[in-house]
């Protein structure tokens, strides 16, 4: 089955910085890469999605980027902001009649400091 | 939450006892899931429904059943609940271009 590796673990960046968070992926037939950003006591909340047919895309200060060659995507976070503290998870899936089965990462606690 | 109640929130419980939990939706979708979270882990698939009465196992599926009688409506049971299963449980829907999950507000069950 499909497994999912993220890197790092923890991250720690000053206010108005770039954040990165990587994952790596070993099903060569997933297609679909979503990114999930769960606060403390909440469930884990879609913040952006990529199909395998796109290498990159942009939704504010939030990008997706995917290399299928190596199998592996990127989160990039610009401009951090305090309310970005949370932890990242990315997901991968292969999207067949039998539903969407993501396979996650272990999570990225990202925190944002003043 | 994408219209998702998840029941009870938190959960205490001794080994060896029966435990359920409810998820519930609100907007009629096919797909269902449950999912489990743990320190290291990420999240894992335990079960998942395409429709009523249709249901199969995910990754860590051992010592978990389900049903799922009304569309609205998709139990989790631990017939007879570990240690090992104490975590944070969440109930997942796929939306309706059929890709996108979105996740209940969990349920933290303790087995001591």
């Known amino acids: 089955g499909e497994n999912v590796e993220q890197h790092p673990s923890t991250l720690s960046v000053q206010e108005g910085d770039s954040a990165v968070i990587k994952c790596t992926y070993s099903?060569?037939?997933?297609?679909?890469f979503p990114w999930y950003k769960q606060e403390l006591g909440k469930g884990p909340q879609l913040i952006i999605d990529i199909r395998s047919n796109v290498g990159e895309k942009k939704d504010q200060r939030i990008a997706v980027t995917l290399n299928k060659t190596a199998k592996h995507f990127s989160l990039h976070i610009t401009e951090t902001q305090p309310e970005d503290s949370a932890v990242y998870f990315c997901?991968?899936?292969?999207?067949?009649?039998?539903?969407?089965?993501?396979?996650f990462g272990t999570g990225t606690q990202l925190k944002v400091e003043l | 939450d994408a219209g998702i109640t998840q029941s009870p929130r938190h959960k205490v419980t001794e080994t060896g006892t029966p435990v359920t939990l409810r998820c519930h939706q609100t907007?009629?979708?096919?797909?269902m899931y449950w999912y489990r979270q743990d320190p290291g882990h990420g999240l894992r698939l335990i079960h998942y429904?395409?429709?009523?009465?249709?249901?199969d196992k995910g990754e860590v599926s051992d010592g978990y059943s389900v049903s799922r009688s009304k569309t609205e409506d998709f139990l989790l049971t631990l017939e007879s609940a570990t240690s090992s299963q104490t975590s944070v449980y969440f109930c997942?829907?796929?939306?309706?271009?059929?890709?996108?999950?979105?996740f209940g507000s969990g349920t933290q069950l303790s087995v001591l």
């Open positions: 429904s395409y429709g009523v009465k249709d249901t």
């Open positions: 907007e009629n979708h096919r797909y």
């Open positions: 997901a991968a899936s292969g999207l067949t009649g039998g539903g969407n089965k993501l396979t």
């Open positions: 099903d060569s037939a997933s297609n679909y």
């Open positions: 997942a829907i796929m939306g309706d271009d059929n890709e996108k999950l979105f």
